[in-house]
């Protein structure tokens, strides 16, 4: 298994969660890895990304809906990747998924982690 995601639950409205992807393999070791969610009937979308683990700079972007309330980081010794969710609304209610950023280093997509925010 090359990325494994966890940490998922069922949350109220306001709180948080921390979700982790634990990742293996040179690919995502310096590659950009994001977090993606998928609604039901909805697309699967890339919530946030966080910048492979060569010697320059971090980047982060972030979906604009969860700009302020997510913040994702990586510990490259530990070869994770963290997701961390504050103010849920039920509209993150997701399956949420890890994976390469760009398409061209992207594994499958396994089970993600499930996230369930009530109202």
């Known amino acids: 298994v090359q990325l494994q995601a966890s940490g998922g639950g069922l949350v109220q409205a306001g709180g948080s969660l921390i979700l982790s992807c634990a990742y293996s393999g040179s690919t995502f070791s310096i590659n950009a890895i994001g977090w993606f969610r998928q609604a039901p009937g909805e697309q699967r979308e890339l919530v946030a990304g966080i910048s492979g683990g060569g010697s320059g700079g971090v980047s982060r972007n972030y979906l604009d809906s969860v700009k302020g309330r997510f913040t994702i980081s990586r510990d490259n010794a530990k070869n994770t990747v963290y997701l961390q969710m504050n103010s849920l609304k039920p509209e993150d209610t997701a399956v949420y998924y890890c994976?390469?950023?760009?398409?061209?280093?992207?594994?499958?997509w396994g089970q993600g982690t499930l996230v369930t925010v009530s109202s």
């Open positions: 994976n390469a950023v760009f398409p061209s280093f992207r594994t499958g």
